[in-house]
């Protein structure tokens, strides 16, 4: 997850950035908003922009092709707004497009990734559970997570089909859903798992459903409080940060390619944030057809 540096022929010069513009917060829908929240706690006094492609949700499904085309162009298009750091708040957007976006725009970046590392420090019985989308569990990235800090541990991984499209009708605990979820996380523990990552950002809002099945025989990994830190660590270390003292806190501008009820519905009953939801069109070289909403 730590965001690397970019090239000096690439990165736009401290005096083009001031402390004030805002950071980017970019999501494939609304499941970015978990790390908005934590972004928010942590860092009270920064200006936020954030855009949801739901349009285009989930990237889940989509080949890797389309989801670095979405990431890059909603990336650039951030940048035309003024953010002076990126967080790619997907963690499928991250496990296939993080290196290349790295190498495309003038600001710092930060990605996510599944809690592997957490998770395997603090499993009691050594077997745990991932619940991420099945793009996300192919990648590279991931494996190669699991090859770095899964040491003895064992991890259990499930794609999460259906999970994503729930949280984005802001259906965060019915029978539907609850049934999904169950399936998904009795094997888990039957086979002994006492921790389960969460390794898509929608997944934090399914929490207390989660909970209401499992009990407190499972730990919930989420990382979005990381995200959040790592995110003050680039701003500290590119000078970009705002003054604490500068009282300059604003309510986040939201943004969505999709017409945006469902991401103003949950950002205030999850986040009790009452905000107008702009629709924006940001096209990409994959959704330039006429079809392109089914590319």
């Not at 200006?47 to 085309?69: M, N």
């Not at 592997?116 to 793009?135: D, E, W």
């Not at 107008?276 to 006429?290: F, K, M």
Request: with cysteine; hydrophobic share 45%; aromatic share 4%.
């Amino acid at each position: 997850m730590p965001a690397k540096p970019l090239s000096s022929s690439n990165r736009l010069p401290a005096a083009a950035v001031h402390a004030n513009a805002p950071v980017g917060i970019f999501d494939s829908g609304l499941g970015g908003l978990s790390v908005l929240r934590a972004v928010r706690a942590q860092l009270p006094d920064e200006a936020i922009l954030y855009a949801a492609d739901s349009l285009y949700a989930p990237y889940g499904e989509r080949d890797d092709d389309f989801i670095a085309d979405r990431t890059l162009a909603i990336g650039e298009w951030l940048v035309q707004q003024g953010a002076k750091a990126l967080v790619v708040a997907c963690n499928t957007a991250t496990a296939q497009s993080i290196a290349l976006v790295r190498e495309r725009l003038p600001i710092p970046l930060v990605g996510v990734e599944p809690g592997i590392k957490p998770a395997a420090l603090q499993s009691k019985t050594r077997v745990a559970g991932v619940l991420a989308t099945q793009v996300t569990l192919r990648s590279a990235r991931f494996q190669g997570l699991l090859e770095r800090y899964a040491a003895d541990c064992r991890f259990l991984c499930q794609p999460g089909h259906g999970l994503v499209q729930a949280v984005e009708r802001c259906d965060t605990g019915s029978a539907e859903v609850r049934a999904l979820l169950h399936g998904y996380l009795q094997p888990m523990l039957d086979a002994g798992a006492d921790t389960l990552v969460l390794g898509c950002t929608h997944y934090p809002f399914l929490d207390e459903t989660i909970r209401d099945i499992v009990g407190d025989r499972l730990m919930l990994i989420d990382t979005s409080l990381a995200i959040a830190r790592q995110l003050e660590r680039v701003l500290d270390q590119h000078g970009m940060r705002v003054p604490a003292e500068s009282g300059a806190s604003v309510a986040p501008r939201f943004f969505s390619t999709g017409d945006g009820s469902h991401q103003q519905k949950l950002a205030a009953s999850l986040l009790h944030i009452d905000a107008t939801v702009e629709q924006v069109t940001i096209p990409s070289r994959r959704t330039s057809t006429p079809d392109s909403r089914a590319a």
